[in-house]
């Protein structure tokens, strides 16, 4: 490990045991360790006490035994963080990648969560209020109307079930406050035509029940300039977010929770811009841009997909949450959180990155979830802590993946001739020749000649011209993954104060899961020439010659399967062109925690702890190989981690300066990854890995009218064996940090203040593949891949605010930018198109500013 994050580890241990007593700070000063005198009186503008449960009860962050980052509404606000993206560049050993509200990869510690199969088992969960949000596609959400944001790193499955084997994230929204009447209205406008709308009412309902309502709409132009007639520019935003939520409180022992969420996102389609070919007209084959980061993109759905729908998401996802908590008496406490949430989302998507269909997609995801679970605890104030309880989820999901090939542009690239194969004399490479020549029939049965003569198949020039004249221009077929999940969880946690400086801890749960997954695949209107054509090349005599002379007669969709299979070029279709085949699976095991932690004073801690996380079996789903063709089912291995951490935190200087650091290292077994397999991604088990880093945390408030953050995140994290031995994790950083500041200042009736703030992140892989030339080759591509260009070294990207508030902040205006310096960057590189060798990147958000507006009231 590298000698500086050891030295720093140990500097901040000295620190701990040398500092005297003081209270804990992130730039709050907990109530609880105030004098009663000042515990009494509201925090000024540079401090807000803050309590976490990430333990599953009230905690000051430096009793909570593993590495915690927290932060507040109001540092939310500071740094106008709407959503995870934004959070993720503060936060050491956070990382988010959205590439649309509908396919976000969140990562902590190098441990990415992405994939849209129904069957899919995440590592990383977003919980709101305590609910895991299971499913990446439904995971997206607005943070708006926040009390905190608790991200527990490291394996909490003991704490938060399945689906936090490396880490969770949990938002606490802001509950009705009784006896209260307030409100907020905000407002914000911006370039690229961007407004913001929000809103917040709380009001009482008598004397022991309040309602509180709060939304959010927003709206920006996209980025990318679009440059065809008829299609907007490309990654707009388009969200709006409502939450209802109702509080009861019949007696000072009995707290009730009823909480609404709902949101719709339409964004327009992301702008997946290939990296190898440059934007040109399809009709005229004229260059209209080139291939850079803030270059326009030339994208286009293929003609009546989807019933003709733009590119784009369509987003919806709402739910219910009921949370109850009952003081049965005062040593033992009964919580229940019941919840129901679901969500349905489709995304239109140009797959290639060029203004020629070649491949256009669609992928509808349909998800339900219920979950109920109870906790019992138990704290009388004694030396020992403890709760036992139990859980029960049920889930039922569904992915359609529809895609439509132009079979004639998609020939020519496989022919590696999409640029005319010098019919256009010095036409090069890069650029894509006019639809009219690509699909001209004599100029395409002179590819499929060539694409035969590579498999060393002389294929005759009328054969050639049949098989031509029959490829289609919107050949359509479709995969339907379906999984049905019932879990249940048994699981307890103890914590023992050994003396007043050491607790010690153990944590087991126990999961117990019931799988059923199914899936169907169909060709939607014929069999596919294209499709035939190369399954055809691979077989031996005379099957090959008596499917290539099939394919071309003129009557070749009218015979029936049993005389030439229905091929599909993706998706070979199941029984019956569409037949669902299942299969069931049952999986229990273990995860577990040991901890102690040393107090040497109330507001330092040190502590150590081993855990044990578990992701549960998965049981994947592959088309068949070949038409009506058994489906290829794999039972991935569970996967197992054994984490080891040590860290230290503490507050200095009168309570003014907070640090935070840990070392962690991390041992894989059974590392699930995705694997791409033709144009589709399959779970498969890589073997082993490893990660091991180091994070830091340092907040410095020196008086009320500065305060100074600052963030850092080392993560080594590797392949140790197969294919993959020695590559990166996908998304993982080996170095982030973040800093910033916030000066403020009495000036006239009110108070200004100014936040610059920087963050940074070294490069990052797109694929846990690394781009690597010998993991892309057939058959897990169709093309090669030979060039190493989809990831992203490291950048930096700057913002600031400048505000000025009247009447204590009743009233406030703010200027901010966003990317103040205009830093060119990608988010994601690669994609389904890489297995046509149609590799795209989606670019980085350009600097942004605008002017905001807040009154409470």
Do not use: C
Not at 478 to 486: G, L, M, V, Y
Not at 602 to 622: H, K, N
Request: proline residues 6%; aromatic residues 10%; glycine residues 10%.
């Amino acid at each position: 490990m590298h000698l500086r994050a050891l030295f720093a580890a140990g500097s901040l241990l000295a620190l701990v045991t040398a500092t005297p007593s003081l209270a804990q700070t992130t730039g709050e000063t907990p109530a609880a360790s105030q004098p009663p005198e000042q515990a009494e009186q509201p925090a000024d503008e540079t401090s807000e006490n803050v309590i976490v449960t990430a333990q599953l009860r009230e905690q000051r962050p430096v009793e909570v035994p593993f590495a915690l980052t927290t932060y507040s509404g109001r540092f939310l606000d500071d740094l106008n963080i709407q959503e995870f993206e934004d959070l993720a560049r503060y936060t050491p050993g956070f990382a988010v990648q959205n590439q649309s509200p509908n396919n976000p990869a969140i990562s902590i510690r190098g441990i990415t969560v992405d994939s849209g199969a129904s069957f899919f088992e995440p590592r990383v969960s977003i919980y709101q209020d305590g609910v895991s949000i299971a499913k990446p596609r439904g995971a997206y959400v607005e943070l708006f109307d926040v009390e905190r944001v608790e991200i527990s790193k490291g394996p909490q499955s003991t704490l938060y079930g399945r689906g936090a084997l490396i880490g969770a994230v949990n938002i606490v929204q802001n509950k009705p406050r009784l006896g209260e009447t307030s409100a907020m209205v905000r407002g914000e406008m911006g370039n690229l035509d961007y407004w913001l709308g929000e809103g917040m009412i709380n009001v009482p309902l008598g004397d022991s029940a309040a309602l509180r309502v709060a939304g959010r709409y927003k709206k920006r132009d996209g980025y990318v300039d679009s440059l065809l007639p008829g299609v907007d520019d490309f990654n707009s935003i388009k969200t709006g977010a409502v939450r209802g939520s109702l509080r009861f409180e019949p007696s000072d022992t009995i707290t009730l929770d009823l909480i609404g969420n709902y949101q719709k996102d339409k964004p327009s389609g992301t702008s997946f811009k290939s990296l190898l070919y440059t934007a040109t007209d399809p009709v005229t084959g004229e260059v209209l841009d080139g291939t850079g980061i803030r270059d326009g993109a030339a994208l286009a759905p293929g003609a009546g997909f989807e019933g003709g729908k733009d590119l784009g998401v369509d987003r919806e996802v709402w739910g219910i949450t009921g949370l109850a908590k009952v003081e049965l008496s005062p040593a033992f406490t009964l919580n229940s959180i019941t919840a129901y949430r679901a969500f349905n989302t489709l995304e239109i998507l140009d797959i290639d990155g060029i203004s020629l269909p070649v491949i256009t997609g669609a992928e509808d995801f349909d998800d339900k979830q219920f979950s109920q679970e109870l906790r019992l605890t138990w704290d009388n104030d004694g030396p020992v802590t403890a709760f036992v309880g139990a859980s029960y989820f049920h889930e039922e999901a569904q992915q359609r993946q529809s895609v439509q090939f132009d079979e004639r542009f998609a020939l020519a690239r496989l022919a590696d001739a999409l640029n005319g194969g010098g019919f256009i004399p010095g036409r090069p490479a890069s650029d894509p020749a006019p639809a009219s020549l690509l699909s001209n029939p004599g100029f395409d049965a002179l590819l499929l000649q060539g694409v035969a003569a590579s498999f060393g198949y002389p294929l005759d020039g009328a054969t050639a011209l049949g098989i031509a004249n029959n490829l289609k221009s919107d050949h359509r077929e479709q995969d339907i993954n379906e999984s049905k999940t019932n879990a249940f969880d048994i699981f307890g946690d103890v914590t023992w104060k050994v003396s007043p400086e050491i607790e010690l801890g153990a944590g087991l749960r126990w999961t117990h899961d019931d799988k059923t997954t199914s899936i169907s695949d169909s060709v939607l209107n014929n069999r596919s020439i294209l499709g035939g054509f190369l399954g055809a090349l691979s077989l031996p005599e005379p099957n090959r010659s008596a499917i290539l002379a099939a394919l071309s007669s003129p009557f070749v969709q009218l015979l029936p399967a049993s005389v030439l299979p229905l091929f599909g070029v993706t998706f070979q279709p199941t029984d019956n062109n569409g037949d669902a085949i299942d299969a069931h699976n049952k999986d229990d095991g273990f995860t577990y925690r040991l901890f102690g932690r040393w107090s040497p004073n109330e507001d330092s801690s040190i502590y150590a702890i081993y855990a044990r996380g578990r992701r549960p079996e998965v049981l994947s789903a592959l088309n068949p190989a070949v038409p009506f063709g058994d489906p290829r089912f794999n039972l991935v291995d569970a996967e197992t981690v054994d984490s080891f951490e040590i860290g230290a935190k503490t507050a200095m200087l009168n309570r003014k300066l907070y640090l935070d650091g840990a070392l962690f290292y991390y041992k894989y077994d059974n590392f699930q990854t995705l694997e791409q397999v033709g144009t589709t991604f399959v779970t498969t088990n890589a073997g082993k890995a490893e990660s091991y880093g180091f994070e830091a945390q340092v907040r410095y408030d020196p008086s009320r009218d500065l305060r100074l953050f600052a963030n850092y995140a080392f993560n080594h994290a590797r392949f140790k064996s197969g294919v993959l031995d020695g590559n990166h994790f996908r998304l993982a950083p080996e170095h982030t940090f973040s800093a910033g500041l916030t000066w403020a200042h009495d000036v006239g009736p009110g108070r200004i203040d100014f936040t610059p703030a920087v963050t940074y992140q070294s490069k990052v892989f797109f694929d846990d593949n690394n781009d690597i030339s010998a993991l892309q080759q057939p058959p897990a591509t169709l093309l090669p891949d030979l060039i190493q260009d989809e990831f992203q070294d490291g950048y930096a990207l700057f913002s600031a605010r400048l505000g000025y508030g009247l009447q204590g902040g009743q009233y406030r205006a703010e200027l901010f930018v966003e990317n103040a310096f205009d830093k060119k960057y990608i988010k994601d590189a690669g994609n389904s198109g890489d297995a046509l060798g149609l590799p795209t990147f989606i670019a980085g958000e350009p600097r942004t500013y605008g002017i905001q507006l807040t009154a409470k009231f």
